[in-house]
């Protein structure tokens, strides 16, 4: 089976301001190589605030999806605070592959990352 159900991205930090019409983003993305739906979840880990838990996603079977976190809530609603630096885990119920982006616009010369999320056996 390709992929893992656990993945860590240390480095997530939503920029609070987008200059011109591109609007600043992080994404987990996803990709589902089985057979079978994966239900998504993702907890976020602060430096000082507690534990953020109950996001959910899906990836369809054999499909891509992109978890847009600016527009991500949990069950409460709440939101994945801006200008706040967190650490993200990616638990699934199935093996995926997780890729993690970012686009900062925060500036006219704006900057677009990638990096692949850590796995875990």
């Known amino acids: 089976m390709i992929g893992k159900k656990t993945w860590i991205i240390p480095d997530g ?3 609070p301001k987008s200059i011109g019409n591109q609007i600043s983003h992080e994404a987990v993305c996803v990709l589902n190589l089985t057979d079978q739906l994966a239900e998504i979840q993702l ?3 602060f430096e000082d605030l507690e534990p953020m838990e ?8 054999e499909r891509t999806h992109h978890i847009r ?4 809530t949990d069950q409460q609603g709440k939101e994945v605070p801006r200008d706040v630096p967190y650490a993200i885990k990616v638990d699934s ?3 995926i592959i997780v890729q993690h982006s970012r ?5 006219e010369a704006l900057a677009l990352f990638t990096t692949m999320g850590f796995p875990i056996e």
Do not use: A, H, M, W
Not at 54 to 61: A, D, I, K, L
Not at 69 to 72: A, H, N, P, T, V
């Open 69 to 72: 976190l600016d527009k991500l």
């Open 93 to 95: 119920t199935v093996p």
């Open 103 to 107: 686009l900062d616009t925060s500036q």
């Open 43 to 45: 907890t976020f880990y």
């Open 54 to 61: 109950r996001f959910f996603s899906e990836c369809g079977s």
């Open 13 to 15: 930090f939503l920029q």
